[in-house]
């Protein structure tokens, strides 16, 4: 008989008595489910923060900050030097704006709405052309600040995640009182954790005498030709000292330090959870092999090979994992994805608020771990299968 038929219909056998050792069955998909929830929950965690960083900037924004500096609250550049920056080639420019943001970034304390406890807070002093340097930008409720006043507007973000930022309140930074008098979201990216005043009036609360920490601009065009001349036309001006970076490319590198943490923390505690779960795989399929020996050495003495037989009981074990392996996705998915909270930003010390994001990367990964394990904890319980003496075992009453 041809081996694949004869994998086939060892395989069938094998599947319809999965019912006969129901109780260890699924005790063994309920401990994969476990091992691939914990997996899923961990990798939304990391996927959603690195989304909240990068998701709002587009290929046409670029930050410029001060040559050496990894983060904004590093940089330092004058009022002149922002001039000079804001007349470099490349830039975008309607009829109203100048495509050029001067910008400044601290970090406030604001309570949290689920603990009451304080958290760092960004504020950030754009200039007026910085709501249309950011793509995305949107007001939600209320309006935009006016120049010159103590007004914020802060992102839909921060304002789920820390109290007292509902419009038409008031917040006190320093001697200083300032009003929320709108809410915005940025496109879901990491400036919908942030509150956001004007530049000029951050300036003076804050005695910075005319300074800032970058520069956000908006390119004529997204062309690697086009970031390069205004990359190229500010490095090589003397009179300046300065980094130039695409928004995209500056998020990314400000995400990699929490999502490495995430990671490395939450998958050696999936590992362990895995081993746990191939022991449990392996009892399984041992105790599927004991009772199924009579079956499996009939069809032996039929005329089917070993090797049908054990590909039969990695078949089964990788299936039960399978559907384990579905359903701890399935369930992380429904608790996990779009669950709303904060977490710390360590560039800039800073709270980045975000939500987990189950995506069909995580899902598929999850699942490939569930199969991974089933193949571990079938191979010796397969490999017992296919060296059952025949003779002994048909003795067996």
């Known amino acids: 008989m041809h081996v694949l038929l004869q994998i086939l219909t060892v395989t069938r056998f094998a599947l319809r008595t999965v019912p006969q050792r ?41 930050i410029v900050m001060r ?5 904004e609250m590093m940089s330092g550049l004058s009022r002149e030097e922002t001039r000079i920056i804001a007349d470099a080639p490349g830039i975008g420019r309607s009829t109203q704006w100048v495509m050029s943001s001067a910008e400044l970034f601290v970090v406030i304390n604001l309570p949290s709405r689920k603990t009451g406890t ?15 340097v950011r793509e995305g930008f949107e007001i939600v409720e209320g309006r935009k600040f006016t120049p010159g006043r103590n007004e ?18 008031k917040i006190k930074l320093g001697a200083l009182e300032w009003e929320v008098v709108g809410m915005f979201t940025g496109g879901g990216g990491s400036s ?20 800032f ?32 970076e695409r928004l995209t490319d ?10 490495s943490l995430i990671t ?59 559907f384990g392996g579905a359903a701890g996705a399935g369930l992380a998915y429904l608790a996990f994805d779009g669950y709303q909270t904060a977490t710390m930003n360590w560039q800039t010390f800073s709270q980045v608020a975000f939500a987990f994001s189950v995506t069909p990367a995580v899902l598929a990964a999850g699942v490939i771990y569930a199969v991974a394990i089933g193949f571990f904890g079938g191979f010796f319980p397969a490999i017992r299968a296919a060296r059952i003496p025949v003779a002994n075992a048909l003795r067996e009453q």
Request: proline letters at 2%; zero cysteines; charged letters at 15%.
């Open 118 to 132: 304080d958290a760092n807070v960004p504020l950030r002093g754009i200039e007026y052309a910085g709501f249309v």
């Open 213 to 244: 920490q970058s520069v956000h601009v908006r390119l004529a065009s997204a062309e690697d030709a086009t970031f390069q001349t205004f990359k190229d036309a500010l490095t090589s001006d003397p009179r300046l000292d300065v980094k130039v």
């Open 250 to 259: 500056f998020q990314k590198e400000q995400s990699e330090a929490v999502y």
């Open 22 to 62: 129901f109780g260890a069955s699924v005790a063994a998909m309920f401990g994969i489910a476990g091992v691939v929830g914990v997996l899923t929950g961990v990798l939304s965690i990391a996927e959603g923060f690195r989304a909240a960083m990068t998701d709002s900037a587009s290929p046409e924004s670029v």
């Open 192 to 211: 919908d954790s942030e509150i956001w005043t004007d530049a000029r009036v951050l300036q003076s609360a804050y005695r910075r005498n005319d300074t």
């Open 152 to 169: 914020v507007i802060v992102g839909a973000g921060a304002a789920r995640q820390f109290a007292g930022l509902d419009v038409g309140s």
């Open 264 to 322: 490395i923390l939450g998958i050696p505690i999936s590992i362990m959870m895995a081993i746990g779960a191939i022991f449990g795989a392996l009892n399984t399929m041992y105790s599927a092999v004991s009772a199924r020996t009579k079956e499996i050495a009939t069809l032996r003495a039929l005329g089917f090979g070993g090797f049908p037989a054990m590909v039969s009981v990695m078949i089964e074990s990788m299936t039960l994992a399978l």
């Open 67 to 71: 040559s050496g500096s990894d983060t």
